[in-house]
Nanobody, 116 residues
């Protein structure tokens, strides 16, 4: 069983920064992907970015490219989402999602609120 747990959310002023963490526990060798998503109230799920455990390939949504950075600490089984120059539209719940063939896991999410 794999469990994901996000942390690091909070309230920050526009233009500020936050770093989210996604701690992964359990049988992590099966993970083929690790995504960050976000979902605002009344809106659908929005892809934020990803890191591929096999080769470290990283990609981002155009809406966050240049502002957000994904990294990982393999020793701690943790993936990070560094968010800089935050905008009001970044306010929402952020989720990490990981899985492989036949598996798909989600964390409970962490709230990010950007204030003016």
């Amino acid at each position: 069983q794999v469990q994901l747990l996000e942390s690091g959310g909070g309230v920050v002023q526009a233009g500020g920064s936050l770093r989210l963490s996604c701690s992964v526990s359990g049988f992590t060798a099966e993970m083929d992907y690790m995504y960050w998503y976000r979902r605002a109230p009344g809106k659908g799920r929005e892809y934020v970015g990803e890191i591929r455990p096999s080769d470290g390939h990283i990609d981002y949504a155009n809406s966050v490219k240049g502002r957000f950075t994904i990294s990982e600490d393999n020793a701690k089984n943790t993936v990070f989402l560094q968010m800089n120059n935050l905008e009001l539209d970044d306010t929402t719940v952020y989720y990490c999602n990981a899985g492989g063939i036949g598996t798909d896991y989600w964390g409970p999410g962490t709230q990010v609120t950007v204030s003016s």
